[in-house]
């Protein structure tokens, strides 16, 4: 591809098109491609990460909420989660989520509640998945991985409520990056009540008792039960 062909492509006529290819994804994940199909591919990554960045511009200090998109109003996992949010906005912090239902709906629902600011990274599913109606900011993705790239590069902590695989992913993924140096040793607090302790015994007595993972690489892990508890451990884990 050469300078003149990328710049066709990334002018304002082709923006929002090579941004949102519908099944880009699962498209580039699908096997081997030649060399112009990756090459293509790549500018639509390169698109998506810069509406991601020309949409959200705020200096507000920034927590994101991880959680399932499976817990629905009413639920005591999705009043935490909206409860959570109230107290962050009233804290002064902007709160993100993946934009979706459940816990995501909940923790900006919150937000909204307390006047805060409140983002959504929303992501497209085979099955639909409308982005919640308690949004300031809001963009919608075709990549999971440059959504969580999203997810992490505008916060300073991050809440994990009751979720399934990608919840998980999430979760771990930002772990890793804060094992690894790739990202500062912000706090991660899991919040659910009981929903996290197999899995904090997991890490302690068999990933930790292993030695596949070092105890003092989890210090930035912590548990609260409350919003209240969410707040100090955001509090103390962030360095002034």
Request: proline share 4%.
């Amino acid at each position: 591809m050469t300078e003149n062909t990328f710049s066709g492509m990334i002018d304002q006529g082709h923006y929002s098109l090579l941004g949102k290819v519908e099944g880009a994804e699962k498209l580039l994940l699908s096997g081997r491609r030649n060399r112009q199909a990756d090459l293509e591919s790549a500018v639509t990554f390169f698109l998506e990460f810069l509406r991601g960045f020309e949409s959200f511009d705020f200096d507000l200090p920034c927590v994101t909420v991880f959680g399932s998109a499976r817990f629905n109003d009413g639920h005591p996992h999705y009043e935490l989660a909206r409860a959570t949010g109230r107290a962050l906005a009233e804290a002064g912090y902007a709160v993100m989520t993946g934009g979706g239902p459940g816990i995501m709906e909940a923790a900006n629902r919150g937000a909204k509640e307390a006047a805060g600011f409140s983002i959504g990274c929303n992501i497209k599913l085979p099955f639909e998945q409308k982005p919640n109606p308690y949004l300031d900011k809001f963009i919608e993705f075709e990549h999971f991985f440059i959504r969580k790239v999203m997810l992490v590069k505008y916060s300073t902590a991050f809440i994990v409520m009751p979720g399934g695989f990608g919840t998980l992913d999430e979760a771990f993924e930002v772990a890793t990056l804060i094992q690894t140096g790739k990202l500062d040793a912000f706090p991660i607090v899991t919040m659910g009540g009981s929903f996290w302790d197999r899995m904090r015994d997991f890490l302690r007595n068999t990933v930790i008792a292993e030695g596949a993972v070092a105890e003092d690489e989890t210090r930035f892990l912590h548990r609260a039960d409350t919003p209240e508890e969410a707040l100090r451990a955001i509090r103390q884990g962030i360095a002034p």
